[in-house]
């Protein structure tokens, strides 16, 4: 029983397409996040969500928009597709309160072609 | 400034040894909470070790402990009795405040252990 589940795992596609993906987690946190690992294996958030609600929004191109649609779904979709857009891209989610760790998806590799 | 700092991008030790994997973090809130994570070269993060600020012990989970120096802003994590499924890459992170949404992520230290 997954606590954070990501699909796919990997995903291989042409520049230029537009891709998402989906995270759910059944944890019952009230917040989700995204994070991009390059391949120099640094970390960087993206976006994160609060109980549905946009809360962080770093630096990202608007090519990428997040979706929530309730509080256990954040999915990442990702328009025009570019060779650089090439990377881990992780879902996480925490709780706000309390001073513990994020619970991450297994990862999405994303390859543009 | 950077908030978390790792300067050993890569490290190696004995079978059964025990390693300290270094991290200082950078903060002027006095309410955060530090924490290791692991990635083995499957690629998913798994969740080590978390201390708070306010801890008056170090924190132990198993054969991790976290060696944390609150002056020096310092969060080492010791691995005692190293294996051979401890090699990955390791990650300290840091949140800032109790309801800090944003986990500020090392560059990770990758661990090889020698048979």
């Known amino acids: 029983d997954t606590a954070v589940s990501q699909t796919p795992k990997y995903l291989v596609t042409q520049m230029g397409n537009d891709k998402s993906i989906k995270c759910e987690q059944n944890?019952?946190?009230?917040?989700m996040y995204w994070y991009k690992q390059d391949s120099k294996k640094f970390l960087k958030i993206m976006f994160s969500?609060?109980?549905?609600?946009?809360?962080i929004n770093e630096t990202v191109p608007n090519r990428f928009s997040p979706k929530s649609p309730d509080k256990a779904h954040l999915n990442l979709h990702i328009n025009s597709l570019e060779l650089g857009d090439s990377a881990v891209y992780f879902c996480?989610?925490?709780?706000?309160?309390?001073?513990?760790?994020?619970?991450f998806g297994s990862g999405t590799r994303l390859t543009v072609v | 400034a950077q908030k978390i700092t790792q300067t050993q991008p890569g490290m190696f030790v004995q079978e059964k040894e025990a390693v300290t994997l270094d991290c200082t973090y950078d903060?002027?809130?006095?309410?955060?909470?530090l924490f290791w994570y692991k990635q083995p070269s499957s690629g998913e993060m798994i969740f080590l070790i978390y201390?708070?600020?306010?801890?008056?012990q170090n924190a132990t989970e198993g054969r991790y402990s976290l060696n944390f120096q609150k002056a020096r802003k310092s969060a080492n994590l010791v691995i005692s009795a190293s294996q051979l499924g401890d090699s990955a890459m390791y990650f300290c992170?840091?949140?800032?405040?109790?309801?800090?949404?944003?986990?500020?992520f090392g560059t990770g230290t990758s661990l090889t252990v020698i048979p």
């Open positions: 903060t002027s809130d006095p309410s955060y909470g």
């Open positions: 992170a840091m949140r800032e405040g109790r309801g800090g949404n944003q986990f500020y």
């Open positions: 996480a989610s925490g709780q706000t309160l309390g001073g513990y760790g994020y619970t």
């Open positions: 969500y609060n109980n549905k609600e946009l809360i």
């Open positions: 944890l019952g946190h009230d917040t």
């Open positions: 201390q708070g600020s306010y801890d008056q």
